[in-house]
């Protein structure tokens, strides 16, 4: 069974830094394609960034290229989300997400097959 588990989260003032970090396992055929999805409230799901754990390839979405990064540790199974320059709209839940089947991003928001239960951050002005 695919376990993703989101650590990182919580409050930071506008302009300050946070690093998400998402516990992977449980992959039975193979995993590539990590990435991270948010959700603001009263908005969809929208695509952050994604990673090729294999290759360390990444995807982002053209907001937030520049102000996060994303990166990954294969010995630790672990995606991290470095994010830097926090503004009050980047407040949102956010979501790890997996591709089934060793299957690569290809872009920064692929039809994820498998998601953790998400972390809150906000941002305050």
């Known amino acids: 069974e695919v376990q993703l588990v989101e650590s990182g989260g919580g409050l930071v003032q506008a302009g300050g830094s946070l690093r998400l970090s998402c516990s992977f396992s449980g992959f039975a055929y193979g995993h590539d394609g990590i990435g991270w999805v948010r959700q603001a409230p009263g908005k969809e799901r929208d695509g952050v960034s994604c990673i090729n754990t294999k290759d360390g390839s990444a995807y982002y979405a053209p907001s937030m290229k520049g102000r996060f990064t994303i990166s990954r540790d294969n010995a630790k199974n672990t995606v991290y989300l470095q994010m830097n320059s926090l503004k009050p709209e980047d407040t949102a839940v956010y979501y790890c997400?997996?591709?089934?089947?060793?299957?690569?991003?290809?872009?920064?928001?692929?039809?994820?097959?498998?998601w953790g239960q998400g972390t809150q951050v906000t941002v305050s002005s």
């Open positions: 997400a997996a591709l089934n089947f060793g299957w690569q991003c290809g872009a920064y928001y692929p039809m994820y097959d498998f």
